[in-house]
């Protein structure tokens, strides 16, 4: 199966697994089963399942043909080339190409001026007026090739504005922008691109990251701090005419191999058709091949069968000319294969198990909920069956009895109180060391802290503290939800234990995943300041601090991710509890006046009786049908087996 019916496939996957999701939250508020809570994260499902995104970016030095290979790879039905790419330094700014329900065909492009200030891209996307706007033609190919041309203009500026942009001059070139004549530069026009364009991949939610090469990366910290830590596969590509070179080398090291994600990297060894000079014969082509494939293996100390040569170019035009025998010999097929074979079920086992963690969680606590229900119906009805024909002192004891439980369990319920007042208390001082706030105003001291220090050792010992302080805070953090924990492990055994509610014992939470993070960016950052420390005082300040603001934005990312995460958590550890107590409550009450009422009219008893029989029946069926739900879901996903839910006797 191609990329493109795979890709549908998924997209299929997803669109299924939303309809049974969807199917579950109906049938919760239609039969009153869940809560606003409930509903809320459901909510949330959706919402991932239906704008779930996939990242595959294309990192290389300039002209290894990464444009050439996603026209091959995405773009052969437009019967052309639809990114440029042609010899020299063609894609001067990275290039996202996506597309979402209700945007239109555009391409959106940030002046590189906006380099001056210190607000990165990410945040930029909020404010549509700093861009340049201009629709796509989509039914003209030449039209839509001028348009998209345009990630490719360049500008001529001194040597003062682009170092005010965070470009490296260098007077012989070699590292960094070589002044003209007249003491002017060329720098790209534009600082990022974002491409709306209507695709069938695009629209099932793949973003393509086209990059430029070495030089102008350099200069934008935020594609490697975190465009490329984020995205699910990164595609490193070399030419078999270069080979590795050192420039190769350094990109490998300091964009695409820096982080500690190895998964879903995968090198190309483009442009394998220079080997076809009509001299040599298959037997020596393949050779020859072999020996550099084996010898890019071990320069990049991979295994062998992780990269993979190809003809970017010849597989496009085997594409648009449908044929067959020269597409073989491009050998893209087999990359295909494993882009496909990696990303997609990684990506699917993901999605698969976060929205089955939540939709598991609620079927259970909904089946809890029902299962208690019946419970108390069917103690009520053991007791009336009992009743039958007995006089009224039992009748009154009965009633007694009925009593001292409420009263017991009003006790309880004092307790429980106390103990919720004592969680919220936590709660708060969790979301004090958690909290955006904490965040904002250590950021702010860090940066007054670089500003002030003139020397690369102050620098460095301002971001040092700035990590250590957030690792701090996830430290107590973690603290804090051990605290709750015990406590709310307290209070269900007592219930548990002392009233007979039925409670799955709460899930734990562990904030290891963010300290990671924040980890996995302090190192990216550190490779990042040891790559500047070559430079001159002045430019490595500037530098130093656009990837500070870089970082911060990045570790605000994961505090907020924190942050949701905390809550949701709260939220689902405290709100089976509090539901079964108001639960349990109403059944003491309504067993109360069931007694009651037969005290005061025993000839309405077998009337009850048959009623509780019906009440009892219709649980039973709404059990099943609660099962079926969650069985859907499982099927769905492609899980094989269903939840478990309490069992009892029908
Ligand atoms: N012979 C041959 N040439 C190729 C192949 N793939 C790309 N090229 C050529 O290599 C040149 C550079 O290709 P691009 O796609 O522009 O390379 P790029 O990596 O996007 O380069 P920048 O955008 O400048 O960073 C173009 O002239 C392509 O036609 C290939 O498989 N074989
Ligand atoms: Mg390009």
């Not at 039905?77 to 209700?102: F, H, I, K």
């Not at 001028?146 to 003062?160: K, T």
């Not at 019906?614 to 099962?627: F, I, M, V």
């Not at 969650?630 to 269903?642: E, F, P, Q, T, V």
Request: net charge negative; glycine share 6%.
């Amino acid at each position: 199966m191609g990329l493109i019916d795979q890709f549908s496939e998924y997209g299929r996957w997803r669109a299924d697994a939303a309809r049974s999701v969807g199917q579950l939250r109906h049938w919760l508020t239609q039969n009153e089963v869940g809560d606003a809570q409930a509903d809320l994260r459901l909510h949330y499902v959706l919402d991932r399942l239906q704008e779930d995104k996939l990242t595959v970016a294309f990192v290389a030095e300039f002209s290894r043909g990464k444009s050439e290979l996603i026209n091959a790879l995405f773009f052969a039905d437009y019967g052309n080339r639809v990114l440029p790419s042609s010899a020299g330094r063609t894609t001067m700014c990275p290039t996202e190409l996506q597309w979402s329900d209700g945007d239109t065909p555009q391409i959106r492009l940030l002046p590189i001026e906006t380099r001056a200030e210190h607000a990165t891209v990410s945040e930029l996307k909020r404010y549509p007026e700093m861009w340049s706007e201009h629709p796509l033609d989509i039914e003209s190919t030449t039209a839509l090739q001028g348009a998209l041309a345009r990630v490719g203009e360049v500008r001529q500026v001194s040597q003062a504005d682009a170092e005010r942009y965070g470009f490296v001059i260098d007077p012989s070139g070699d590292n960094g922008l070589q002044p003209d004549a007249d003491g002017q530069v060329e720098i790209p026009r534009w600082r990022h691109a974002i491409i709306h364009f209507r695709h069938p991949l695009l629209e099932q939610g793949l973003v393509i990251l086209d990059t430029p090469g070495l030089n102008a990366i350099g200069a934008e910290p935020e594609l490697t701090l975190s465009l490329l830590p984020n995205a699910h596969a990164v595609l490193f590509i070399l030419a078999a005419d270069t080979g590795v070179t050192h420039s190769d080398m350094a990109v490998w090291r300091d964009y695409v191999n820096a982080g500690q994600r190895r998964d879903g990297r995968l090198v190309v060894l483009n442009k394998i058709d220079s080997l076809w000079d009509g001299l040599r014969d298959e037997a020596r082509i393949r050779e020859e091949l072999d020996r550099q494939t084996r010898s890019v293996a071990r320069d990049l100390k991979l295994d062998v069968a992780k990269v993979f040569p190809i003809s970017a170019q010849k597989a496009l035009l085997a594409r648009i000319q449908n044929d067959d025998a020269l597409f073989e010999r491009s050998q893209l097929g087999m990359l295909e294969h494993a882009l496909t074979d990696q990303l997609l079920p990684a990506k699917q086992q993901i999605v698969r198990t976060t929205t089955l963690g939540e939709t598991d969680d609620l079927v259970r606590q909904a089946d809890e909920l029902l299962a208690s229900r019946q419970r108390g119906v069917q103690e009520q009805l053991a007791e009336l069956t009992e009743l039958r024909g007995k006089n009224q002192n039992v009748i009154e004891y009965m009633m007694r009895k009925v009593r001292s439980e409420k009263d017991e369990f009003d006790a309880g319920l004092k307790k429980y109180y106390a103990v919720r007042s004592v969680f919220t208390n936590l709660t708060n001082n969790l979301l004090g060391h958690l909290g955006l706030d904490a965040l904002r105003d250590e950021t702010r001291r860090t940066r007054e802290a670089m500003l002030e220090s003139s020397f690369s050792r102050g620098l460095r010992e301002a971001m040092t503290g700035f990590f250590k302080h957030l690792r701090g805070n996830l430290a107590k953090s973690e603290d804090e939800v051990e605290e709750i924990s015990g406590m709310l492990g307290v209070m269900y055994k007592r219930f548990t234990v002392e009233h007979g509610l039925k409670l799955t014992p709460p899930s734990g939470f562990s904030t290891l995943r963010y300290a990671r993070e924040i980890d996995q960016l302090e190192r990216a950052f550190d490779q990042q300041l040891n790559n500047t420390l070559t430079l001159i005082t002045t430019e490595k300040h500037t530098l130093t601090q656009k990837f500070f603001e870089t970082v911060a934005v990045q570790a605000r990312r994961t505090f907020e991710v924190a942050n949701r995460d905390v809550e949701q958590w709260l939220r689902a550890v405290m709100s089976p509890l509090e539901t079964q107590v108001r639960e349990y409550q109403l059944q003491l009450k309504r067993r109360l006046e069931s007694v009651k009422r037969i005290h005061q009219a025993t000839d309405t008893l077998e009337d009850r009786i048959v009623e509780l029989q019906q009440q009892d029946q219709s649980l039973t069926k709404l059990r099943a049908e609660l099962a079926d739900n969650a069985s859907d879901i499982h099927r769905a996903l492609g899980a094989s087996s269903a939840p478990e839910t309490t069992s009892i006797a029908a």
